[in-house]
């Protein structure tokens, strides 16, 4: 009996789970390098590797396939792969956001307006003015606002992103012996 290939849709369903659990270990170490500068390495070699992660889905695909998808299949897994693993990073960083480090924003703009405010035209800065008017007046973003942000750069960096890799996942297939 043959077996038969899953669609691109079901392999982004089964990879974007564990996608998005690497996506949010990623913007949790980011979350959490301000109190551990450690994770800060994490969280870049978490965010340089996630192209290749991409590419090596991408490129299981193309080699389950037998060599014969086409480019825009490729790019569709792994903007799917984008969409599902944002889903579900989202919710992890929403759940950290608000639950675990609520005053996240305002301490990172508390830190810059710190920074600011330490350099020579500190004081006469318009960003500075501007920045510590949004925290005296608690305009900034809610953790839901920021997931929401997060998940519309993700998905159209991530289908950059997956259009570049999908390129290189299609390279020839060393002929069967």
């Known amino acids: ?74 790019w569709m897994l792994g903007i799917m792969l984008f969409m599902l693993g944002t889903v579900i990073s989202g919710f992890i960083v929403y759940l950290v956001l608000q639950y675990i480090r609520p005053g996240f924003m ?10 600011y405010s330490q350099l020579p035209q500190g004081s006469g800065n318009e960003m500075l003015r501007v920045l510590q008017r949004a925290v005296d007046e608690q305009m900034l973003p809610s953790p839901i606002q920021v997931v929401f942000d997060a998940f519309w750069f993700i998905a159209f960096g991530g289908s950059v992103v997956s259009a570049v890799t999908a390129i290189f996942a299609r390279r020839s297939l060393p002929p069967c012996q």
Not at 13 to 36: H, N, Q, R, T
Not at 106 to 115: G, R, S
């Open 1 to 74: 009996m043959a077996t038969q290939n899953k669609s691109i849709y079901q392999r982004a369903g089964e990879w974007g789970v564990p996608f998005g659990l690497y996506m949010a270990c990623a913007a949790v170490s980011s979350i959490f390098a301000d109190k551990f500068p450690p994770l800060g390495y994490v969280f870049f070699l978490l965010l340089i590797g996630t192209p290749v992660v991409v590419y090596a889905l991408q490129r299981r695909k193309f080699i389950e396939d037998g060599g014969f998808g086409d480019h825009s299949a490729l």
């Open 106 to 115: 305002y301490e990172q703009a508390q830190a810059a307006i710190d920074l």
